[in-house]
């Protein structure tokens, strides 16, 4: 099991769009809609002040960004 210390630091570290889209899908709850390549690319072209580090990702930054969004642009 992993630790608080652990977890923390993977929500931290800033990744790939594919890498956050991977983990993304992976631990969200069942009955959330799911994110896509395209999707994230939406986001990050409607947003890009949250996007400080570049084309990074963080679920720590995103995550809850995206979990808002997506249920209104799923269809876009």
Do not use: C
Request: aromatic share 12%; charged share 30%; proline share 5%.
């Amino acid at each position: 099991m992993k630790g608080y210390k652990e977890e923390a630091a993977i929500s931290q570290t800033r990744t790939s769009l594919l890498d956050f889209l991977d983990s993304y899908n992976k631990n969200i709850p069942v009955g959330f809609p799911r994110a896509s390549a395209d999707l994230l690319k939406k986001f990050r072209e409607g947003h890009p002040s949250f996007f400080k580090h570049g084309e990074l990702w963080s679920l720590d930054e995103h995550r809850k960004k995206i979990i808002d969004w997506l249920p209104l642009n799923k269809d876009a």
